[in-house]
């Protein structure tokens, strides 16, 4: 049996591989595949990728393309989600901020650096025209931290997936002034380069079981009311979150790689841009 470890966000993309986990698929093919839930996000994954502790993770794309250009030893083998991720972005409930363009030069929960939280607080900046290099950072480690530095004053907003945080939108915790969807496929496949080495095969049986799983993955009986239970959505919030999520089953466009590569260079988040070809592997 050969044992793969694997990480992700604890939300409702990451269902169907909980399914094909749960139904010892991967067993089936002599593969435990032990998974970890992150709830530091992106950030968190880096980390446990460069420091091993894991073997490939479903990731945020930007996240992920920024690691590998700074040291990562890791490459992209696939979109995992090809549709974007909606960012709400967020207020404490008694903050006096009622609209997106007062929270110009105030301060931004993030998760970690090098976060989605952090990237997608530049990007959004940068579509509204705001001076993107004094943007100001409050470190919260995960959601829950960004809920108790927005509730004690201590940062003014927060960016997160926009249904993942709609029970603290509904329950009071949170407002929400506004969105923001990633200009891109929004979630990836990354594995380290010595596990695509040495467990190639192990990786591409993984690879294949998750994409029969995902193409059909919204024709699952019920698989609303499942999704609903497990991760506290209401009903309606999660079928209209299936109607605008897509999952892939193909390696990522070059093209996507480039033009991440060049907001991100814009933006002075990254110091280079480098081929496609050194942040992907094809299967």
Not at 253 to 259: A, E, P, S
Request: charged fraction near 20%.
């Amino acid at each position: 049996m050969h044992t793969i470890k694997i990480g992700g966000v604890p939300e409702h993309f990451n269902l169907p591989w909980h399914l094909t986990i749960e139904d010892k698929s991967y067993e089936k093919e002599g593969i435990q595949l032990e998974w970890t839930n992150y709830y530091g996000g992106t950030g968190a994954m880096c980390e446990a990728l460069r420091n091993s502790e894991i073997d490939m993770a479903i990731i945020l794309t930007e996240g992920i393309v920024k690691d590998i250009i700074g040291g990562n030893p890791s490459k992209i083998v696939q979109t995992y989600i090809q549709t974007p991720l909606i960012w709400g972005i967020h207020v404490a409930s008694n903050s006096h901020y009622t609209e997106l363009s007062q929270l110009e030069n105030t301060k931004i929960a993030i998760s970690r650096y090098g976060s989605g939280s952090e990237l997608m607080a530049y990007m959004n900046a940068q579509s509204q025209n705001w001076d993107t290099s004094s943007l100001s950072f409050e470190v919260t480690q995960n959601l829950n931290g960004a809920i108790d530095a927005l509730t004690a004053g201590k940062a003014d907003y927060f960016m997160w997936e926009h249904f993942t945080t709609k029970p603290l939108v509904d329950n009071g915790t949170f407002r929400r002034v506004a969105d923001y969807p990633t200009p891109w496929p929004c979630f990836v496949i990354a594995v380290r380069d010595e596990i695509i080495k040495t467990k190639h095969d192990q990786i591409e049986k993984i690879l294949n079981i998750i994409n029969t799983t995902t193409a059909d993955f919204k024709n699952i009986p019920s698989i609303d009311r499942t999704l609903s239970h497990r991760y506290d959505q209401r009903l309606e919030d999660i079928q209209k979150w299936l109607t605008i999520t897509q999952w892939s089953q193909s390696i990522i466009d070059q093209k996507t790689l480039l033009y991440i590569q060049e907001q991100l260079h814009a933006l002075n988040i990254i110091d280079e841009t480098i081929s496609p070809e050194d942040l992907m592997y094809r299967f």
